[in-house]
Nanobody, 126 residues
Framework: QVQLVESGGGLVQVGGSLRLSCAAS????????TAWFRQNLGKEHEFVAA????????TYSKSVTGRFSSSRDSAKNTVHLQMNALKPEDTAVYYC???????????????????WGQGTQVTVSS
């Protein structure tokens, strides 16, 4: 099993920045990629970004490109999501998820991710 623990959520004003972290434990050697999804008011999980653990290649959704950046630390067990120029529409519960399938490219469907953190609330106010 892979356990994911998220932190860093909170309240921020429009245009501000926030940094989320996702610490992975357990069978981390099985992780192909870790992704960030967000969900607001019962809507479907929206893909935000994903990072491949082997080579640190990052994929972003169009809505966050240029504002958000994802990275992985040297221990290869923690990923981060740096969020800049935040907008009210970024308000959501942000989830960290792990894909353990041996793929050739990242996927953006939440259904393909087997393990999930409990989520952290991000609220952007004007």
């Amino acid at each position: 099993q892979v356990q994911l623990v998220e932190s860093g959520g909170g309240l921020v004003q429009v245009g501000g920045s926030l940094r989320l972290s996702c610490a992975a434990s357990g069978r981390t050697d099985s992780v192909y990629a870790t992704a960030w999804f967000r969900q607001n008011l019962g809507k479907e999980h929206e893909f935000v970004a994903a990072i491949v653990w082997e080579n640190s290649a990052v994929t972003y959704s169009k809505s966050v490109t240029g504002r958000f950046s994802s990275s992985r630390d040297s221990a290869k067990n923690t990923v981060h999501l740096q969020m800049n120029a935040l907008k009210p529409e970024d308000t959501a519960v942000y989830y960290c998820a792990a894909d353990i399938v041996d793929r050739t490219r990242v996927v953006t469907d939440a259904w393909d991710y087997a393990y999930w953190g409990q989520g952290t609330q991000v609220t952007v106010s004007s």
